[in-house]
């Protein structure tokens, strides 16, 4: 099994659309999770930290469910700007540090 | 918004040269990080750094690659013998505490010919 598997889309969608990302992760010692974006060819930034009550910013929601290793994003009123890969990313404890395991990514496209 | 600073942003270099990664990170951050993405695939760890030291590494971090923080502010990561398949992107992060997300910088393009 992955460390951390995500449905790789692409998710095309209108503007306006509301969009759900999924991921799993396989180590149930991670400590900490996050939905990161990438734009082609530029470094992952970090769009959200996620926990187990749910967090909410702006357009964005993400929720973890720890029992069954799932981690959801969710995106309202969907803007031709969301359009990149989102990235689930899982902070694995090592022996001596931690390490941030990515998925593979899932492609959004928002179109006019 | 504080930065980590990549630079070269774009390395081209011949199979079996030395190539030196330079990394910038963010002033009162005390984690440092390689990772790296070979085009079309996922982010990967290559290496942890921490107090002057490596924390932990991947199997891909083998004994090409080398790790060093020179100064205050600097931190590098040393291919001393590249190949082909060493072409990816290289990317620098650092954060504060082990367990926060991380602020990546901009990466640098190493092209392996």
């Known amino acids: 099994r992955k460390e951390v598997e995500q449905d790789p889309g692409p998710f095309n969608v209108p503007e306006g659309a509301t969009v759900a990302f999924n991921c799993t992760y396989s180590n149930s010692a991670s400590q900490s999770f996050f939905w990161y974006r990438q734009d082609c060819r530029k470094e992952p930034k970090l769009l959200m930290s996620?926990?187990?009550s749910g967090n909410e910013d702006g357009r964005f929601t993400a929720q973890l469910n720890r029992a069954s290793q799932y981690i959801s994003l969710l995106i309202r009123d969907s803007k031709l700007s969301d359009s990149a890969t989102y990235l689930c990313v899982v902070n694995t404890p090592m022996e001596y540090g931690n390490k941030l395991v990515f998925g593979a990514g899932t492609i959004l496209r928002v179109k006019s | 918004e504080p930065e980590v600073t990549q630079t070269p942003s774009h390395q081209v270099t011949q199979m079996g040269q030395e190539v030196i990664l330079r990394c910038v990170p963010i002033s009162n951050h005390l984690y440092f990080y390689w990772y790296r993405q070979i085009l079309g695939q996922k982010v990967e760890f290559l290496v942890s750094f921490y107090n002057n030291e490596i924390s932990e590494k991947s199997e891909i971090f083998d004994d090409q690659f080398s790790v060093e923080r020179p100064d205050g502010s600097n931190f590098t990561l040393k291919i001393r013998s590249t190949k082909l398949e060493d072409s990816a992107m290289y990317f620098c992060?650092?954060?504060?505490?082990?367990?926060?997300?991380?602020?990546f910088g901009s990466g640098t393009r190493l092209t392996v010919v």
């Open positions: 992060a650092s954060t504060p505490r082990d367990s926060y997300g991380y602020t």
């Open positions: 996620v926990y187990s």
